[in-house]
């Protein structure tokens, strides 16, 4: 592989991002770039969230295999690579020592060198991007600076998936919020019709009945709205982007 090569799979990180439609189909082009730079056997991406970690993509069947060993015994070069967020570089496992009998289940599935770079490292999602080969010191040669690119462009991924799901949640919370206030101004107008009082006192009246039946608010003015119309109150239309 061509360090021009590299160049162009780097340069290709914002049009994939664009084109995917899922963070998953985003990392597993990530993952068969990786492959491309680089002699291995196996590519996993590994992401952690509320302490649990996940490989989401994989290429090889070796890489699957060796990712959940390592999240069995809660330890291993691609985990101390995302809770630490270093490069975890194994030349040989026939000489490794850390992670328990961790190298030598790797040995026995054919894998002697692996290396883990961080993604998202020191946030709520890190990860690691992991690739096993099978001879010893399998990525002596490779181009790091280029799996480093690629690593950081794994990282930018995350990071914007988190900022739109994030958004799509505060927007989902505002509709909610928009809706709740809609019924309510419903049933403040039925009050304010009944007893010609003010929306003030339309809403006092709303929030004691709700704390005396230790109900939510909105729904006993739902029940309020459907009781007098006989339909269930409306809400309002919300129309998605384009």
């Not at 995917?20 to 680089?38: K, M």
């Not at 770079?117 to 790091?144: E, K, Q, R, S, W």
């Not at 462009?153 to 505060?170: H, K, N, P, V, W």
Request: hydrophobic share 40%.
């Amino acid at each position: 592989m061509h360090a021009d090569d590299a160049v162009d799979d780097g340069a290709r990180i914002t049009r994939w991002l664009l084109d995917t439609e899922s963070l998953e189909e985003f990392l597993r082009t990530l993952a068969e770039a990786t492959a491309r730079l680089t002699p291995c056997d196996g590519v996993g991406v590994t992401l952690e969230r509320d302490g649990r970690p996940l490989t989401v993509v994989s290429l090889g069947a070796v890489a699957p295999k060796l990712d959940e060993k390592q999240y069995g015994q809660d330890d291993g070069p691609c985990l101390q690579s995302l809770r630490q967020g270093e490069e975890i570089s194994v030349a040989d496992m026939l000489r490794e020592t850390r992670w328990g009998d961790y190298p030598a289940y790797a040995l026995s599935s054919g894998i002697r060198s692996s290396l883990s770079l961080p993604i998202a490292p020191h946030t709520d999602t890190a990860g690691a991007l992991n690739l096993y080969a099978a001879p010893p010191d399998g990525f002596a040669d490779v181009d790091l600076a280029a799996l480093r690119s690629l690593a950081a462009q794994a990282t930018g991924g995350i990071a914007l998936a988190q900022r739109l799901s994030d958004a799509q949640e505060f927007t989902d919370q505002m509709q909610t919020a928009m809706r709740s206030r809609h019924v309510i101004d419903q049933a403040l107008g039925i009050i304010m019709g009944q007893r010609r009082c003010t929306a003030d006192e339309a809403f006092n009246v709303l929030r004691s009945a709700s704390q005396h039946r230790n109900i939510k608010l909105r729904d006993l003015c739902a029940e309020l709205v459907t009781s007098v119309t006989g339909h269930a109150p409306t809400e309002p239309a919300f129309q998605r982007r384009p």
